[in-house]
């Protein structure tokens, strides 16, 4: 395979069996899809909104060698892509994470996790917010949870940690492989006085939280669009 498709393979092969797997019949995901496009496209627009700056910034940017060329702004195409086929990938993982294990978090223990990662991202995010990318991204996040536990105390915060648990598993894959692992030069590389400059093998410790943020984006609005019957609720 040539570099210049190593970005676009990582999209195609992070979403490819989790649409083959969405047509299974005993629980099928593909009847959700009206569900899951809205659920997928809103998040996107922030988070592309977020990466067009970043980028821009100097925060975080992209090794040509393993792009295809096709830009939309400051961003490569295999990057607008990222936020559809991963969110995909991760949604589907989380209706079959819970449709697979009858097992729950309780909600005493839920809330502590909850609890406990809003006290660590706005110390952690407080301390730090001259780095753009451990700031904004612990604030926000420990914000989005603040919203969950006191203002709209939602019920499913338990699946998604227990299906966030599986999630990692292919997250350090595809993480790993565009910080470097494996490959001879990172597809995202990260300037490291913007972080904490902590990694998990070669991926930034941010990019978990980053990751968390977005798939409790999709997974909120996916159950909220279920909860009222239909995209037509956003309106």
Same mark, same amino acid.
């Given at each position: ?14 979403? +490819? ?32 909104? !977020? ?16 792009? $295809? ?5 400051? +961003?490569? =195409?295999? @990057?607008?892509?990222?936020?559809? *086929?991963?969110?995909?990938? *991760? ?11 009858? !097992? ?5 223990? /839920?809330?502590?996790? $909850?609890? +406990? ?12 917010? @001259?780095? !753009?990318? /451990?700031?904004? $991204? ?13 203002? !709209? ?24 492989? +565009?910080?470097?692992?494996?490959? @001879? ?8 006085? @913007?972080? =904490?400059?902590?990694?998990?093998? /070669? ?23 279920? $909860? ?8």
């Amino acid at each position: 395979m040539k570099d210049t498709y190593v970005y676009l393979a990582i999209d195609f092969f992070s979403i +490819l069996f989790p649409f083959l797997f969405s047509f299974y019949p005993k629980h099928n995901f593909s009847k959700k899809w009206r569900y899951l496009w809205v659920a997928i496209a809103v998040p996107a627009v922030f988070f592309l909104v !977020w990466d067009e700056c970043f980028t821009q910034m100097g925060v975080w940017g992209f090794t040509p060698r393993y792009l $295809t060329g096709i830009q939309l702004g400051s +961003l490569p =195409l295999e @990057e607008v892509l990222f936020f559809i *086929c991963i969110p995909y990938a *991760c949604v589907f993982t989380y209706e079959a994470v819970n449709y697979l294990i009858a !097992w729950r978090l309780n909600e005493k223990y /839920t809330n502590l996790i $909850t609890d +406990l990662l809003m006290g660590m991202m706005f110390v952690v995010g407080g301390i730090h917010m @001259e780095r !753009w990318y /451990t700031g904004v $991204t612990f604030i926000v996040l420990a914000i989005f949870l603040v919203l969950h536990r006191w203002v !709209w105390k939602t019920n499913y915060l338990g699946k998604f940690y227990l299906a966030f648990v599986f999630i990692l598993i292919p997250f350090f894959i595809v993480n790993g492989i +565009l910080t470097g692992t494996g490959i @001879e030069e990172q597809v995202v590389w990260y300037n490291d006085a @913007e972080n =904490l400059g902590i990694r998990l093998g /070669t991926i930034p410790v941010e990019d978990t939280f980053y990751g968390m943020l977005l798939l409790m984006m999709n997974v909120s609005l996916f159950e909220y669009l279920q $909860t009222k019957k239909g995209p037509k609720a956003l309106i």
